[in-house]
């Protein structure tokens, strides 16, 4: 029996749960950030393997929505992107945490936040309109303001090139989206 946050489980328990999480189909950076969370719940270090050799192969799929979701696509990418920024952050060094790590988790956050707000809005009247287009806007910038301040935490080497690149994909894929959402609202308002 191990006592984790508080909770007695069995080991056993734990490891099912992790490999259930393992098991279903994720992008490389969630493969990465699992097993990241898994080595760090095992009081083990991180050792970055070959998880599966057609990764490759994987990104270059096109982006679908999972049928069971119930939420934007843009929405569940930021969230994984923060999920990444936090997890990458984690292990910065200490002289970098006050500057780059708390602006990076929080240009995640306040995204997210704009990203969910605009999604609440309903385009029934111009007010509306107006306040889901700042909030789309607004999230933008973050994201833009998230890919120059990873790049200064590269330069600084705060973050290493490959947790970058990471990054940066991945805000590129979420303001690829943001932009499409952007176009379909204008879509169906007719301007």
């Known amino acids: 029996m191990k006592n984790y946050n508080g909770r007695t489980r069995c080991r056993t328990q734990v490891q099912l749960e992790m490999s259930d999480l393992v098991t279903k189909k994720e992008s490389v950076a969630d493969k990465t950030a699992t097993a990241q969370g898994v080595a760090k719940a095992n009081h083990k270090p991180y050792k970055e393997t070959n998880i599966i050799k057609d990764e490759q192969a994987e990104l270059d799929l096109p982006l679908q929505v999972p049928e069971d979701s119930s939420e934007l696509f843009v929405i569940t990418k930021v969230k994984k ?9 984690e292990k910065s060094p200490k002289r970098f945490r006050a500057v780059f790590v708390n602006r990076m988790q929080n240009y995640c956050l306040d995204c997210l936040e704009y990203l969910i707000e605009a999604n609440s809005l309903r385009l029934d009247n ?7 287009k700042d909030c789309q806007h607004n999230a933008y910038m973050k994201l833009k303001l998230l890919g120059y301040m990873s790049f200064l935490s590269l330069e600084s080497e705060c973050i290493l090139k490959k ?13 690829n989206l943001l932009v499409a959402w952007r176009r379909s609202d204008a879509n169906r308002i007719g301007k």
């Open 81 to 89: 992107l923060a999920a990444y920024v936090i997890t990458v952050t």
């Open 126 to 132: 111009t007010e509306n309109i107006r306040k889901r």
């Open 163 to 175: 947790q970058y690149e990471q990054i940066s994909l991945q805000v590129a894929d979420s303001i």
